[in-house]
């Protein structure tokens, strides 16, 4: 791949390159022995004295981070360039330094590469070594490669030599030739990392000439100024801009830039990073100069340190002072006037002061070259608090250098933007708990007011078609009466959603620029107002007004955080309107549903109400009282549990399906396991984070007072006797509806004639464990409880107030109530004959009904009763078992005729067959009759009939006989 005419070519370049500096004619060697070789990369090393760790000079086709390791390499390193320098010979080696590149960088892979490294000869012994990455080479590279280093030894006797304490030369080539003396003064700045954008003073233009930058057109961004700087040097430079970062030191960089005729000129940078309390780095302040000619550093660099700002001091080892600039004794005259000639005046103070002192230098003597950073706070002369101090020192040699800012501007700054910082987060946290617009306006006068020191606070939210004052702080009642009478509120329609947000610093100014309302908003007596349009997705939601009592300006800062809090304070109040108007749907959804118009079952008189002290946010709680044959009633009460449209609908679903399941007429047990399975309730019971419905269910039989009660986790309900006495119903308590598969106990009681059952979705035990009556409960129910029963309804009306009413505590809010007066049917309205299980039965009935019409005086009903009866007590001594119950019962309205048997097969009606001799006779019950059913009881089943009477009429009663007739 090479030839002899190559490599001399190469070795008559290096030998003729017109280049003035050590670090240049290394760097240009080691280029041609990269490529000489065909090498991934190489550098050179500078020896520095003898037990001095060789320095790295030049770096070739290696990044950063790479090159970095062999900074610094100790002479007795197992690395090739340690080896070939103490042996005077090439050497190859395939160890590297200690540390290494991320698993899976690109860079990681070198290391397996070795190194081949040459001594370079000067007149005293070996001055430097040269390197190249690559496998171990043949013979004829070697011999090439030894006679470029020997090229390269023979130049650097006539080259400049870098000065001990200069940069690391890799990091910072020297220029190529010697610069133009400029007198060029300090340029002072400031990057702000978020915007790019760079501050300085005027004395900055001579050093933008020198960048090629217009100083009048210059756009202040950093990326431009950073363009300017020479290729080579770009990377070294962002480098140590990442490592002052992350060591949070000082950034001292310098490098070379182009102006517009194509030189180079050196510029010298040094400066602090700034970070806020997170640690991100958002300000970079600090300084530059020119330093093309280090004969006019030599001239301007002691002027510019003795007036320097800050305050300079130069320690020995003994931490004596031999030099202080003219802002250090300024300083001690200020704080040790009895001893002006004390320079460390500033570490006076006592005891603190002392160790501050202590503190700073022990630092810098221990921080082998390294930049200290040491904060404190010292008394002031003239300030009533103590002023913070940042004082930077590191040592040089035996002397240590300290440097003093006063940062009690910044401190003061930190403690503003950190306490700012939690009052934003407050509002911002209660911002996200508004639930309705009017929490949102609250939130901004309790916030928002004492972080701008606001007086007056209006909030104003947009409908439809009017503009409604939902906040307001500040404002006596009849001042916002005339603020309404003025329309002054319905101005802020006029304006496009984009306006922006404005400042009235003056009666004056409001006048100027709102003619039309500055008489009226002046009336207040205000001095000054921020009109602030809130709106979302282009569409004006409201307006916020703050105003002062006193002149006050507001700075960027303010107007910058209010308008970001107007933004939340728009998104709550959207969503605060979007809440109301889907709280008000669920409502009317909510009423549709509910079943508020109770009917009037047999022997129970019942009312229903829902807790009246607060708009209910809670929809899925309700009653109802569902009439069954047989004159009995199904008391009901349920609980959704939550919130929102949602609820109101599964509330809806819910009772539906209890109604229709309750119509089956199925034991308590059964039915409550039904519902329990059923979609709504395993739809609702999929939410974890939600409670799972809750009922009871109470079936009472007016014929004989008897009640059973189931709960599901549903509070147990009160009974209250006619004589006053209120006592808890021992209803066992399951699992609520969804929450497993264990079975329901049903309680079982006999009920007084005249007793009132309270069921609630809330407790209204004394202890919420159901074993006492709340007393005040109790004396609201023994009042209903007793009462003739014509009276009964509006005594359970009024019953329902009181309960609520003389809580204590009020119950949750959408808790439902029912109060039902369980009365009995009249013994002269029933009568009853077992008959039995043989055909003459069918006779015997038909006789004992025709007597029992005829006592009540409805002969007019005979020829229907007995068809069906005979029909109902055939197929039961056709299809079941005896002994046979026939029960007739005069209702208000119509007439029940009931067959009891032992059997459970429950009747169906089949097609109609012409040709079958059988099969019509439950057809013509159900053609014949107004209704008909059949439900199972504990040891059969029932059949019966309803016949509607032709009128209400004064009815008569039967007058006895039970047996057949």
Not at 736 to 741: D, E, T
Request: aromatic letters at 6%; one cysteine or more.
């Amino acid at each position: 791949m090479f030839d002899d005419a190559a490599d001399l070519i190469r070795l008559g370049t290096l030998a003729g390159a017109e280049v003035t500096a050590e670090v240049e004619l290394l760097r240009l060697a080691v280029q041609h022995a990269v490529a000489g070789t065909g090498g991934l990369g190489g550098f050179a090393h500078l020896r520095q004295g003898e037990g001095v760790p060789l320095r790295l000079a030049t770096v070739v086709g290696l990044p950063v981070t790479v090159a970095g390791r062999w900074d610094r390499l100790p002479e007795d390193s197992p690395t090739a360039p340690a080896a070939a320098l103490r042996d005077g010979a090439p050497r190859w080696a395939a160890a590297w330094p200690p540390g290494g590149e991320p698993e899976g960088s690109a860079w990681g892979a070198v290391e397996r590469v070795g190194v081949l490294a040459l001594p370079v000869w000067g007149d005293d012994g070996p001055v430097g070594v040269l390197s190249v990455l690559t496998a171990d080479p043949p013979e004829a590279r070697r011999a090439f490669l030894r006679r470029l280093a020997e090229v390269a030894g023979e130049r650097l006797g006539s080259v400049a030599h870098q000065r001990p304490g200069e940069p690391t030369p890799w990091r910072r080539p020297t220029p190529t030739a010697a610069s133009r003396t400029r007198s060029v003064p300090v340029a002072m700045w400031s990057w702000d990392l978020a915007t790019g954008l760079m501050e300085h003073g005027p004395e900055a233009a001579p050093l933008l000439l020198l960048a090629g930058l217009d100083p009048e057109r210059w756009d202040h961004r950093a990326g431009t100024l950073m363009a300017r700087v020479h290729p080579d040097d770009r990377p070294a430079v962002e480098a140590d801009v990442r490592r002052a970062i992350a060591e949070r030191r000082v950034l001292a960089v310098e490098f070379r830039v182009r102006d517009t005729s194509g030189h180079s000129n050196w510029l010298s940078l040094r400066g602090q990073f700034r970070f806020d309390a997170r640690g991100v780095p958002t300000r970079l302040e600090g300084h530059s100069w020119d330093i093309t000619s280090s004969h006019s550093v030599l001239q301007w660099l002691p002027t510019l340190l003795e007036n320097h700002p800050d305050p300079l001091y130069t320690f020995l080892a003994d931490r004596e002072v031999i030099w202080s600039n003219r802002a250090a004794n300024a300083m001690a005259a200020t704080y040790a006037p009895d001893r002006p000639e004390d320079v460390a005046g500033w570490f006076l103070g006592g005891r603190a002061g002392e160790e501050n002192a202590r503190a700073v230098l022990d630092a810098a003597f221990a921080s082998a070259g390294r930049l200290v950073t040491h904060e404190f706070t010292a008394p002031a002369a003239e300030a009533p608090a103590p002023r913070a101090w940042r004082a930077r020192s590191g040592r040089i040699g035996e002397h240590i250098a300290v440097q003093l800012m006063d940062i009690s501007a910044q401190h003061d700054a930190e403690r503003a933007a950190v306490l700012r910082a939690q009052q934003v987060d407050r509002f911002r946290e209660a911002m996200a708990r508004a639930v309705r617009a009017r929490d949102a306006a609250a939130a901004v006068a309790e916030h928002v007011l004492p972080m701008v020191g606001a007086d007056g606070l209006l909030v104003y939210q947009y409908q439809a078609d009017a503009t409604e004052l939902i906040g307001s702080v500040g404002y006596a009642p009849e001042r916002l009466r005339e603020l309404e009478e003025s329309r002054v509120a319905h101005l802020g329609r006029r304006f496009p959603a984009s306006e922006a947000p404005t400042f009235f610093g003056s009666p004056e100014e409001l006048a100027r620029r709102r003619p039309e309302i500055a008489d009226v908003v002046r009336a207040g007596g205000r001095q000054a107002w921020f009109s602030l349009p809130l709106a979302v997705a282009n569409e004006k939601v409201g307006h916020c007004v703050l105003s002062w009592n006193q002149p006050h300006d507001l700075g960027t800062e303010e107007s910058s955080l209010l308008a970001t809090l107007g933004g939340l304070l728009a998104q709550s109040l959207e969503r605060g309107r979007l809440f109301d108007r889907e709280h008000s749907r669920a409502q009317a959804l909510r009423e549709a549903l509910r079943p508020w118009e109770l009917p009037t079952p047999v022997g129970v008189t019942a009312a229903a109400r829902r807790h009246p002290l607060r708009q209910a946010d809670r929809f899925g709680s309700w009653s109802a009282a569902l009439p069954l044959p047989s004159a009995r009633t199904l008391l009901i009460s349920a609980s959704i549990g939550r919130d929102g449209l949602e609820a109101a609908v599964a509330m809806g679903q819910l009772r539906t399906t209890v109604s229709e399941l309750a119509r089956l007429d199925q034991p308590l047990d059964e039915l409550a396991a039904q519902v329990s399975e059923c979609e709504v309730v395993n739809r609702l019971a999929r939410d974890p984070e939600a409670p799972c419905p809750t009922l009871l269910l109470a079936l009472y039989d007016a014929t004989s007072g008897r009640m059973d009660a189931l709960s599901a986790g549903h509070p147990v309900p009160l009974l209250t006797s006619p004589d006053g006495r209120t006592e808890v119903c021992r209803v066992p308590v399951g699992v609520p509806l969804g929450a497993s598969a264990i079975p329901y106990t049903t309680y079982r009681t006999e009920v007084a004639p005249g007793s009132l059952l309270c069921v609630s979705t809330a407790s209204l035990t004394e202890d919420g464990a159901g074993e006492r009556p709340a007393p005040v409960p109790a004396g609201a129910l023994e009042a209903a409880a007793g009462a003739p029963a014509e009276r009964a309804l509006p005594l359970l009306e009024e019953g329902c107030a009181r309960v609520w009413e003389t809580l204590d505590e009020p119950p949750e809010s959408g808790a439902a109530l029912l109060l039902a007066r369980l009365d009995r049917l009249p013994p002269g309205r029933q009568a009853t004959t077992e008959l039995p299980c043989a055909p003459a039965s069918a006779g015997l009935a038909r006789r004992w009904l025709t007597g029992r019409l005829a006592e009540l005086g409805l002969e007019s009903l005979a020829f229907v009763a007995e068809l069906s009866v005979s029909e109902l007590v055939s197929n039961t001594v056709r299809h079941a078992s005896g002994p046979i119950r026939l029960r007739l019962l005069r209702l208000t309205d119509r007439l029940v005729v009931e067959v009891y048997d032992r059997s459970q097969s429950a009747p169906r009606l089949r097609p109609l067959n012409l040709l079958a001799e059988e099969g019509r006779g439950l057809l013509l019950v159900a053609q014949t009759a107004e209704a008909w059913g059949s439900f199972f009881t504990e040891d059969g089943k029932c059949i019966w009939i309803a016949l509607a009477l032709e009128g209400p009429g004064e009815a008569g009663a039967f007058e006895g006989g039970a047996g057949p007739g």
